[in-house]
Structures are given as C-alpha cells and as structure tokens.
C-alpha cells in the first residue's frame, strides 16, 4: 500500500507492530493487524458473544476500541522513532448493527502534525462475499515524549 | 438517588437491570451495575490487565464501553416501557491514563426526548481513597420500537 | 457530479436551493451554493474580517456554519419532499487556521437513514492556486416530518 | 464566582477581555463577554435574524461560535501569561432549537493541563422570564507558544 505520506522513521511499520503487540486488549479480541503504511492502518478481529451487547451486536466500545488502535497507529507511524502515542479524544457514529463473521476498521490520517495528529477510520463487517460499512470515527492523537509511564 | 427526571415507565429499574444482563461484554469486563435512577446509571469495573494498551492503562475503546454502556442506560430508564435503545453516536475525551483498582461510570441524561436522548457520563479511576475524573463522554441516544432484531 | 444515491424526491436540487436562500445566515456570510447531487453538496465563502478570531483567521465557529449547511444539505438532498432536516450534533476538527480567500466545503453523506443520515464534510482553503485542508466535521442528521414551527 | 482553579496569570481576567476584543466576529455577533473566573467564563448574545438558519432560528454554527469562544476562553484564563489558545476539535450537540431573546453560553474546564485543556459548555436561550438549555459543547483546547503568526 503506497500512502502520500513520508514517514519520519524507516522503522516505521516494526515499531507498529511492537506496540501493538503490547496492547493485551487485541489479543483478548483476538484482533489481528492486517496492514501497516505511512500514516494507514488496518486491523480486524472475529464476532465473538463475549463482546456483544444486549442484543447480539458487538458493542458500540468493542467495536470503538478496534477503531482507535487502528487509528492510533495510523498517527503513530509518521511520529518519530522515540515518540509514543496517546488518544486525545474520538467520536464515534454507529452507522448499523455490528453483525458479521468478522471486522474491519481501515484508519487513515487526514492531518499529521508534531504534536497533535487527527485521524479518520471506518469499520465493516465482513459476511462471506458482503462487507458493510458499519461505524466511524474521527480521532485526535498526541505524540508524547519523555514520560517515564508512557513508552511506545 | 432522586432525579428531576419523571420515568414513563415505573418499572424503569428492573428494565434496565434486565438489559444490562443480556450485554454479555459486561460479565466480560466483569462490570456491575451499581445503580438506577430516573435518567441517571452507574456503572463499575475493576482493573484487569486483558484490557490494556500498550502502556497498561485500560484501553480508551474499554472506558468507552462502560461509558456507552451508563449512557445508554441512563436513556433507557426515561423511555416507554415497548422502547429498545440504540446508540447513534458518542464522543470520548480521555483526560488521564486510565490507572487505578477500579473505575466507575456517572451518566446523567441532559435532554430527554420521544426518539433522541442526549447524555453525559463521566468516567473516575478509584485507587484506595483516592478518586480521579479520567474520561469524559457525550453521547446522543435512539429510541427504536418496532424493529425484530432490536429488542431491549 | 454523479453520486451512488438515489434521491427519493426528483426536485432535491430546487429543494435544497430554495432551502439554502431561506438561511439568512449564508447571505450575511456571503456564502454561495455551488453543486449539489444526490448526497453531496459544496458551499464556499469568502474571506472577510467580520467573522474572524483574535489572530485574524475565520473564526471555527463561523467554518461549521458552512460545514454545518453543507452537512445538512448534503442530507437533505436524500430525504423525501415532505421532510425537513435538522442536525443532531456534528464534530469540527480545526486542521489548520482557517486563512485564505475564499473556503469551500464539500459534504458527503455516509449512511442515509428514514431518520437519521450520517455525514462528513471538508474545509479547503483557497489563496490564488493553492488549496489547503483546514478543518473537517462529522455530523448526523434527522428527517423532521410534520412539525409546523420546522419547514423545510 | 469563585472557582476551583488557580490561574497561573494572577491577570487573566484582562487578558481574556483583551483577546476578547480582538475577535471581530465577537462585535458582529453582539456577543457581551458577561463573567470570568478560573477556568470559567460566560458570554451572551442576543437573537439577530442575520444569524438565522431556515426555520428562522439561529443557525448551528452561531450557536457554536459562541460556545468554542466561552470554551476557548475557559482554557485561556488557566493558561500562563505567554501562552495563545487554539481550539484543536469540538462537538456540538443540539438540544432544542435556538429561539429566545438571547442566549447565553457558560463553560467550564474539565481538564487542565499543560498543552491541553479540555472543556465544556452548555447553551441557555433566555426569554423573559424563561431560561432553557439549547445546545451542549465539549471541546479540546491547545496552549500555543511561539508562534509568530498566533498571539493572544
């Protein structure tokens, strides 16, 4: 996947997938990083009932959780290398009922900046040969340097 | 607890407790619903390292799941007894890392309305004796009657 | 400019343009309708001091009024002829101060609904030939039907 | 009003008057900049058909204007004395439509902090007697330095 971003550190796509191996929440979610580019993310994860609300949907949060990482490391890979990344804020807007096999949340970044970078994502629900859009989000990321707690 | 809020339905607080139950990703999460009262809910969880980004902080998709949660419940307690609820959008500020034993969600209902009901949630990490605001969430809520899939 | 939507009323461009001159808010900020399709419109304005902040850029107020019509619009082109249109709630994220000539906003509908439609909208900002990106919004929208203080 | 903030500019009430005052879309509006205290500040407007949306009522992005300004200003009397504010993202939710005589906007800071400021604000419509809530406002708030371009 070729972005019109130029990424500040080469290492980019490694330092992605470290930290997102460090988020407990996506293996919980068995959710799995499908594609790394300069300032582009994709992650997915499977429907499973433990993370569904009251009527059988993945939960509006669950489903806001993949779309923050997503965007989140949309941010994170045109930060440089000793940068780590926080959410400032996200919206969210349920578009459908989150019903399918599986998911996928496709983030992108709309405005990267030194300190403040704002990040767009969709999410669709995937049904053997159907994808559906189903959720958006629209996110504020900051990069963070030098906080002892607050590594990549 | 007393609210400016008159309930449509008096049997608003089992109805609520009973939706509650059937969002399977709160025993997940191993949340609880820690009161009802007329626009207003409560929820709590406790810290548990499955739910974390990359620093140990509960992810912010976490947070907003409780927080979406207290919301919406919040909502459903002002609204007809044949009413579902259905979130159409929400808005997370996160205002600190998300440490602490456990976390409790306030949401308040700030516009009650016969299909769209606005809320407001506030987020606290507890730690001992200590209470810290966290997150803050903004979020429009649907009444929907009428639809197969979409019981309470 | 053709779009994947189906206008359920064949006059949605007269509708929104007569809707468009009743907003006496677009003549003060001398906004000007430029293109509307089914689930897409564009407004511009241009630059002038009234409407600005203290640095002398356009107030980010003043870029969701335009943000806003054009949302609004853009949802509008798609409900039925008996409908009127309301925003629910909409996000701005200011990308980049808002300094130029004159501004365009393109708004797009994401998911149309009988109730509610979802939107996204961009501000560009234009300075001889150069176009910028300056602020983008999310909002959602409802179809009012049968209301007499809301006309269309 | 005495709040529970401590400013760390003991002048911050004429500064916020002073920047006040520079936003001419502040003048045109009418807007009366009517209290501040730490990281609280009031600002009104009256009802001016120039500002109106279709239904004659004010439109949603004047509405917001206020609101970012009051929050804006909110952020800005917590800040030092050499810091300027820029609003990085807010969102907007519409209550009740936006008729009265006049209308008053009051914000609050929620989260303080060095860079960021995160704030809220709700709307009143006055008229006479009557006092009604019309809109809500969250909205993230950046302390700027140095920037040429970007003063007070």
Do not use: W
């Not at 980019?12 to 460090?22: D, L, M, Q």
């Not at 779309?67 to 578009?95: Q, R």
């Not at 994502?121 to 707690?149: H, Y």
């Amino acid at each position: 996947m070729s972005t019109s971003f130029d990424p500040k550190d080469p290492n980019y796509a490694e330092r992605v997938s470290n930290s997102f191996k460090r988020q407990k929440v996506m293996a919980t979610l068995n959710a799995k990083l499908e594609s790394v580019a300069p300032g582009e993310v994709e992650i997915s994860f499977p429907y499973h009932e433990d993370f569904t609300q009251q009527h059988g949907f993945i939960h509006a949060g669950i489903s806001s959780t993949i779309l923050d990482s997503a965007c989140g490391y949309a941010a994170f890979s045109l930060m440089p290398a000793d940068a780590a990344v926080l959410s400032i804020e996200f919206k969210t807007n349920l578009l459908s009922p989150a019903k399918g096999e599986k998911f996928i949340a496709k983030a992108t970044v709309i405005k990267p900046g030194k300190t403040i970078t704002v990040t767009e994502a969709k999410l669709f629900a995937v049904s053997g040969e159907s994808i559906k859009l189903i959720a958006s989000m629209n996110g504020t990321m900051m990069a963070v340097f030098d906080r002892p707690a607050i590594t990549q």
